[in-house]
């Protein structure tokens, strides 16, 4: 860990909503880390990630947060995003097929493959495993003898904060990406 007496500019941290989509995509929401740390000593955010670099004020050492969550939803949405991290979080970070919660080895599974008319929808799309995507490959879940634990489905924005606050800063995630937007052209 970095620590620096006076933190640089340039850590901002991204700012999501309670439902974990960015309160603002154009622009981006973005807070500077002093705002930021404002609105975590106020009690209205939850720190989903770090920064490697820490200030130091007289009393405490503290990690400057690269993500925040409000604690209270901002409603100006009526549905969750459909995001990767979103899907990944509805599956609790569980491979639908298997079980694994194997992290670095998570993607994503067509439950009807793209090549037979699947959609990427929030009802075809499953947390998958790598192995257990390559396995059913282009088959329909039945011909390949692989059900998901549950059937996918669009959560809503209770659920997915209750889920997600289940979860330690950091061990989610690494990188702002999975919460910008669904890849559509992401590889099966
Ligand atoms: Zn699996």
Redo the contacts with the bound molecule.
């Keep these: 860990m970095q620590t620096l007496r006076h933190a640089p500019d340039g850590c901002p941290a991204l700012v999501l909503n309670a439902d974990f989509r960015p309160l603002s995509y154009f622009p981006l929401s973005l807070w500077s880390w002093q705002d930021t740390l404002k609105a975590v000593f106020l009690d209205r955010v939850d720190v989903i990630a770090e920064y490697d670099t820490a200030v130091n004020s007289p009393t405490v050492t503290m990690r400057l947060p690269s993500v925040v969550a409000l604690k209270t939803y901002v409603n100006h949405s009526r549905k969750p995003a459909f995001t990767r991290f979103n899907v990944f979080l509805r599956d609790v970070f569980t491979?639908?097929?298997?079980?694994?919660q194997d992290r670095d080895n998570l993607t994503f599974d067509h439950l009807i493959p793209r090549s037979r008319g699947g959609k990427t929808t929030w009802q075809n799309i499953v947390t998958?495993?790598s192995?257990?995507?390559l396995k059913k490959g282009n088959k329909l879940p039945r011909d390949a003898r692989m059900e998901p634990f549950q059937p996918p489905y669009q959560p809503n924005m209770f659920e997915l904060n209750e889920k997600g606050r289940a979860f330690p800063p950091n061990y989610l995630h690494h990188t702002w990406h999975d919460y910008l937007y669904w890849d559509a052209e992401l590889e099966e």
């Design positions: 491979c639908q097929y298997c079980g694994t998958a495993c192995p257990c995507n």
